[in-house]
C-alpha cells in the first residue's frame, strides 16, 4: 500500500505541476498579448479582471495540489528511498508563487514593505470605476512578467521533478 500512495502521489505531483506551468505559460504568452492589443480600455478591464479571478483560482490550486503530493510522496517514503528531489521541487512551486520574486529580477535589489505592497496589488489597483488605460496597460504587463517568471520558475521545477522521477525508476 505505501508503495502504491508514494506512486500516486509522484504522479498527481507531476500531472499538476506540469499543468501549473502550462498554465503559467498560456497566461503569460497566449492570453494577456491580445488584451493589451484591445482599442477600448473598458473592455480590456473586464475581461483581465474575469482572467484574474478564474486563473488565481486555478494557480492557486494546481500549486497546492502539487506541492502537497509531493511533500507527501516524501514524508510517506522509507528513509532509504526518500529523495531530495521531492522537496526540492515543492520548494519551486512555493517560489513562485512567491510575488517578490519578480521584483528582485527585475530590479536586482530585494522590496521593501512586503506585506503593505503585496495587499495593494494589482486586482486592487485595476478595479477602479474609472478605467485609466495606462494604468491598466501597466497591470496587465506587469501581470505577464510575473506569469513569465512563474513558468521559468515552475518549468525548472516540473524538469526537476521529471528527472528524479526518471531516476527512481518509477
Known amino acids: 500500500m505505501p508503495r502504491f500512495a508514494i506512486a500516486t502521489a509522484k504522479f498527481v505531483g507531476s500531472v499538476s505541476l506540469g499543468l501549473l506551468t ?17 482599442p477600448a480600455a473598458e473592455a480590456a478591464h473586464s475581461t483581465f479582471n474575469h482572467i484574474l479571478a478564474s486563473s488565481r483560482a486555478h494557480l492557486r490550486a ?17 528513509r532509504r528511498a526518500r ?9 519551486m512551486v512555493g517560489l513562485s508563487s512567491y510575488g517578490n520574486i519578480t521584483y528582485f529580477c527585475a530590479t536586482g535589489k530585494p522590496r521593501s514593505g512586503m506585506h503593505t505592497r ?9 478595479s ?19 506569469q513569465t517568471v512563474r513558468t521559468v520558475v515552475v518549468g525548472l521545477g516540473f524538469l526537476m521533478n521529471i528527472v528524479g522521477i526518471w531516476g527512481d525508476g518509477y
Open 128 to 146: 477602479d470605476v474609472d478605467v485609466n488605460g495606462e494604468r491598466l496597460e501597466k497591470a496587465m504587463e506587469d501581470f505577464q512578467f510575473r
Open 22 to 38: 502550462g498554465l503559467s505559460y498560456t497566461l503569460a504568452n497566449i492570453t494577456i498579448p491580445p488584451l493589451l492589443h484591445l
Open 83 to 91: 529523495h531530495p528531489y521531492l522537496v526540492w521541487t515543492a520548494a
Open 62 to 78: 494546481l500549486s497546492i495540489l502539487s506541492s502537497s503530493s509531493l511533500l507527501l510522496a516524501y514524508a510517506l517514503s522509507p
Open 118 to 126: 503585496r495587499r495593494r496589488s494589482v486586482y486592487e489597483e485595476v
